[in-house]
């Protein structure tokens, strides 16, 4: 999570255009960063705040569905993706125009 958190810093100071999508088990940064209860989400929650504008969504069932953390991404502000129940995927991103970096 710290490298995906400060390259989207690095974009954004870059003036560059990017977006942070969660999949997978990912998406439970999202309720971790809600409550900040360990010394991680503690420690870092100032640059996950910095970057939080950049944040453009959640798999709709990974944080819905399979982890339980689509309450708190809603909560968050955070749109779960993908059709309700169903995956939203790199590929699509991809298909999007999207170029990846995967962490």
Same mark, same amino acid.
């Given at each position: 999570?710290?490298h995906?958190?400060?390259? =989207?810093?690095? &974009?954004?100071? %870059?003036?560059?255009?990017?977006?942070?999508?969660?999949?997978?088990?990912?998406?439970?940064? #999202?309720?971790?960063?809600e409550?900040?209860?360990?010394?991680?989400?503690?420690?870092?929650?100032p640059?996950?705040?910095s970057?939080?504008?950049?944040?453009?969504? =959640?798999?709709h &069932?990974?944080? %819905?569905?399979?982890?339980?953390?689509?309450?708190?991404?809603?909560?968050?502000?955070?749109? #779960?993706?993908?059709?309700?129940?169903?995956?939203?995927?790199?590929?699509?991103?991809?298909?999007?125009?999207?170029?990846?970096?995967?962490?």
């Open positions: 999570m710290l995906a958190l400060t390259a =989207a810093e690095d &974009f954004k100071k %870059a003036d560059a255009e990017a977006r942070i999508f969660f999949h997978g088990i990912g998406v439970l940064w #999202l309720p971790a960063f409550i900040r209860k360990d010394k991680f989400c503690e420690h870092y929650g640059l996950f705040d970057v939080r504008d950049m944040v453009a969504g =959640a798999c &069932f990974c944080a %819905a569905t399979r982890f339980g953390a689509g309450d708190a991404a809603l909560r968050m502000g955070v749109p #779960l993706l993908g059709e309700a129940g169903g995956h939203h995927t790199v590929g699509t991103l991809a298909a999007e125009g999207y170029h990846l970096i995967v962490f």
